[in-house]
């Protein structure tokens, strides 16, 4: 029994100097200790920490007390009307309309970006140029939405490219005022597809470049087509990548704004039927050409209604993406 107690308590004391020397290796031979490290991260980490509250945090809550208020600016008085602003938005026929055309964007607009991914993933797995293609795709994602918006606009005005090429082609059929209340919008939601579906192919795209080799190499053994591969290997072990894609598309198509400026031109007021629920608010705070008062505590009201629906919608389609982890061998 005293050999047994003693040499369980040899091995309790050996534990610590073991572990102790395990963890000095990698910063002995990185030369970095721990303490270095979590001083550099303090470092980069504290001005961060302090400027958010003034950035952001400050700003947005102050946004939040004037959504109760009705105000025109510096200067004006501010009025108190509690909960008027929030009752007036959901009373507003042209907010009603910029928020179903917004629904629309991150819907159809969501379903034509994804439908392309996942066409991209199942196609240029294994393509060879694949790279090529993806800077090609990716490339519309990097200018600027003012600018794609006035080229569109450009092009599709009632004497632009399209009208003329389908002149030329013997198209004149299908030559439309592309501009007008009734093909706006549809216009609006094509510019922004071709601008963002580049990022998310190149984000799937990503995800499948992860996924072992092996694992499509035995389903090609077992017989399985390319579709069925998509859809038993590549679907499920991108699920988490797809679920992150699914909440930037939804956060960012919510606020669809710069398009739509870009297409009227700052100099004019988008028609009811080309506005978005982001452009409605900017013109509440004041930037129309009918010189009428800005609206600010309104608009903050507006924004404060999408903030929250904004993180509502990322928490549910970060839950509807969940998944149980699954162990690749």
């Not at 017989?223 to 939804?250: C, E, K, N, Y």
Request: proline residues 4%; charged residues 15%.
């Amino acid at each position: 029994m005293a050999d047994t107690s003693t040499a369980r308590g040899a091995s309790r004391s050996s534990r610590p100097a073991f572990r102790t020397a395990g963890r000095a290796r990698p910063g002995a031979a990185q030369g970095v200790s721990q303490r270095d490290a979590k001083g550099w991260f303090r470092l980069f980490t504290w001005p961060a920490v302090l400027l958010y509250p003034v950035g952001f945090l400050g700003p947005s809550l102050y946004g939040v007390v004037i959504s109760f208020a009705k105000w025109s600016g510096p200067g004006a008085p501010l009025t108190w009307v509690g909960w008027r602003n929030y009752v007036r938005v959901f009373r507003d026929d042209t907010v009603r309309q910029a928020f179903v055309n917004t629904a629309l964007v991150v819907l159809v607009g969501g379903a034509a970006v994804f439908a392309l991914a996942f066409l991209a993933m199942a196609v240029l797995r294994d393509m060879r140029g694949r790279a090529f293609v993806r800077a090609a795709v990716y490339l519309p994602s990097i200018i600027s939405m003012i600018a794609v918006g006035t080229s569109l606009g450009f092009l599709l005005n009632p004497d632009g490219v399209v009208n003329r090429l389908l002149g030329l082609l013997g198209l004149e059929a299908l030559q439309q005022t592309w501009l007008d209340p009734q093909h706006i919008f549809g216009c609006i939601v094509v510019g922004v597809v071709w601008m963002g579906s580049g990022f998310y192919i190149v984000l799937l795209m990503t995800a499948v470049d992860a996924i072992p080799k092996h694992l499509y190499e035995e389903a090609q053994l077992t017989g399985l087509t390319r579709m069925q591969q998509f859809r038993w290997i590549t679907l499920p072990l991108s699920r988490d990548m797809i679920a992150i894609a699914a909440v930037l598309w939804t956060a960012n198509s919510l606020r669809t704004f710069d398009i739509v400026i870009g297409f009227v031109g700052t100099a004019g007021t988008p028609s009811v039927n080309a506005r978005t629920y982001a452009v409605q608010q900017w013109l509440s705070a004041g930037h129309t050409t009918g010189g009428g008062a800005p609206e600010l505590g309104y608009a903050s009201a507006m924004a404060t209604l999408l903030t929250v629906l904004t993180v509502a919608l990322v928490v549910l389609v970060r839950r509807l993406g969940r998944s149980d982890r699954l162990e690749i061998s």
